[in-house]
């Protein structure tokens, strides 16, 4: 298992942006299938992107397609979400989750992950 902690949140004005990082301490990062999820209060954990083992492939949820950008640097055990253009729906905890193998719609599910961060906080101000 990995121990994954999330940071870079805060507060921002719509249309502004910001770069979440997931620090990640374990033996198998580079193995693993990594993926961004955000919730709010009272929603459910809604699907944002996910970075196949290697970086080869990528995929978003639509609401987000063409503004975030998902990355990992496994020689530093990091994945990024990178943000922009941020509106207020935005606003959320954000999750990093690390899981096994994970391929087509499965990478949108969040009971894919098998390990997950405690969130950070992005406030995106109207």
């Known amino acids: 298992q990995l121990q994954l902690v999330e940071s870079g949140g805060g507060v921002v004005q719509a249309g502004g942006s910001l770069r979440l990082s997931c620090a990640a301490s374990?033996?198998?990062?580079?193995?693993?299938?990594m993926g961004w999820f955000r919730q709010s209060p009272g929603k459910e954990r809604d699907f944002i992107a996910a970075?196949?083992?290697?970086?080869?492939?990528?995929v978003y949820g639509d609401s987000v397609k063409g503004r975030f950008t998902i990355s990992r640097d496994d020689a530093k055990n990091t994945v990024y979400l990178q943000l922009a253009d941020l509106k207020p729906e935005d606003t959320a905890v954000y999750y990093c989750?690390?899981?096994?193998?994970?391929?087509?719609?499965?990478?949108?599910?969040?009971?894919?992950?098998?390990?997950w961060g405690q969130g950070t906080q992005v406030t995106v101000s109207s």
């Open positions: 989750a690390a899981g096994r193998l994970i391929v087509g719609r499965a990478l949108s599910r969040p009971n894919s992950y098998d390990d």
């Open positions: 374990g033996r198998t990062f580079s193995s693993k299938t």
């Open positions: 970075i196949t083992w290697g970086g080869g492939s990528t």
